[in-house]
């Protein structure tokens, strides 16, 4: 079955509704469930970015599209986070910044809180769980599906650490439309990725914008070749 479009709500409201401005005082970034892993497969003649799509995805918001569309939110998914966790990725940031830096391609990394998919958490601190705790009236578990992906080069380090992209859409080199399961992408050259996907509500009428994951592609000199060193989670305020 083909993933259904979303007749796109217009004005400044419905972006403020979809980046999850409604008028708090700094909330978290929200969570979700859409990229469920990001590797670089190095074999053939160039390194390529993959990408799994999570086969339930959700994401939690502060929309009010009705009790009837909601989903029952289970701790394991929304409960608290680590402040540490597992990364996946090689080497790692060597700043300290505390946990709960935040910072992206300058430091931070290896004390990010972490998601439940294991990526550094842009934006997130341990304080991040005590706001749901305290506005758990407030917000939505929505089931969604992915009407594209995006995938864009954001060039090397330097450039990146200048000018990091903040959360949302960005100029895509390539877009997949309606896409499921997996899709690999180019990653020939050392610098930053991001691979984001558009959630669209499956049982309300609403786009709840783009999720992202950006990754920091180096070379790896113990193994030969290129290694994902940083995975970050780059997501909107709920």
Same mark, same amino acid.
């Given at each position: 079955?083909?993933?259904?479009?979303?007749?796109?709500?217009?004005?400044?409201? *419905?972006?403020?509704?979809? *980046?999850?401005?409604?008028?708090?005082?700094? =909330?978290?970034?929200?969570?979700?469930? *859409?990229?469920? +892993?990001?590797?670089?497969?190095?074999?053939?003649?160039?390194?390529? $970015?993959?990408? +799994?799509?999570?086969?339930?995805?959700?994401?939690?918001?502060? %929309?009010?599209?009705?009790?009837?569309?909601?989903?029952?939110?289970?701790?394991?998914? $929304?409960?608290?986070?680590?402040?540490?966790?597992?990364?996946?990725?090689?080497?790692?940031?060597?700043?300290?910044?505390?946990?709960? *830096?935040?910072?992206?391609?300058?430091?931070?990394?290896?004390?990010?809180?972490?998601?439940?998919?294991? %990526?550094?958490? %842009?934006?997130?601190? +341990?304080?991040?769980?005590?706001?749901?705790?305290?506005?758990?009236?407030?917000?939505?578990?929505?089931?969604?599906?992915?009407?594209?992906?995006?995938?864009?080069?954001?060039?090397?380090?330097?450039? %990146?650490?200048?000018?990091?992209?903040? =959360?949302? =859409?960005?100029?895509?080199?390539?877009?997949?439309?309606?896409?499921?399961?997996?899709?690999?992408? &180019?990653?020939?050259?050392?610098?930053?990725?991001?691979?984001?996907?558009?959630?669209?509500?499956?049982?309300? +009428?609403?786009?709840?914008?783009?999720?992202?994951?950006?990754?920091?592609?180096?070379?790896?000199?113990?193994?030969?070749?290129?290694?994902? &060193?940083? &995975?970050?989670?780059?997501?909107?305020?709920?």
């Amino acid at each position: 079955m083909r993933r259904r479009r979303f007749l796109q709500a217009s004005g400044a409201v *419905a972006l403020c509704a979809a *980046a999850g401005c409604l008028g708090d005082t700094a =909330p978290p970034p929200r969570k979700s469930n *859409a990229l469920s +892993d990001v590797e670089l497969r190095t074999s053939g003649e160039q390194p390529r $970015l993959q990408i +799994d799509l999570a086969d339930d995805p959700w994401v939690v918001s502060r %929309y009010d599209g009705g009790s009837s569309s909601s989903l029952d939110a289970p701790r394991s998914l $929304l409960g608290r986070l680590s402040p540490v966790g597992a990364a996946r990725a090689k080497g790692g940031g060597k700043g300290g910044g505390g946990s709960g *830096a935040t910072g992206r391609g300058t430091g931070g990394y290896s004390s990010a809180p972490r998601t439940h998919n294991g %990526y550094a958490w %842009y934006h997130g601190t +341990d304080d991040s769980d005590d706001w749901y705790d305290n506005h758990a009236d407030e917000v939505t578990r929505y089931a969604v599906v992915v009407g594209s992906v995006g995938f864009a080069s954001l060039g090397r380090n330097p450039t %990146y650490v200048d000018d990091p992209p903040e =959360p949302g =859409p960005v100029p895509w080199d390539r877009t997949v439309e309606d896409p499921s399961g997996q899709h690999t992408f &180019e990653a020939g050259d050392e610098g930053w990725y991001r691979v984001g996907a558009e959630l669209v509500g499956e049982n309300v +009428d609403h786009s709840f914008g783009w999720a992202s994951v950006d990754v920091h592609v180096k070379d790896d000199p113990f193994e030969g070749g290129m290694a994902i &060193e940083e &995975e970050w989670k780059v997501s909107p305020r709920v």
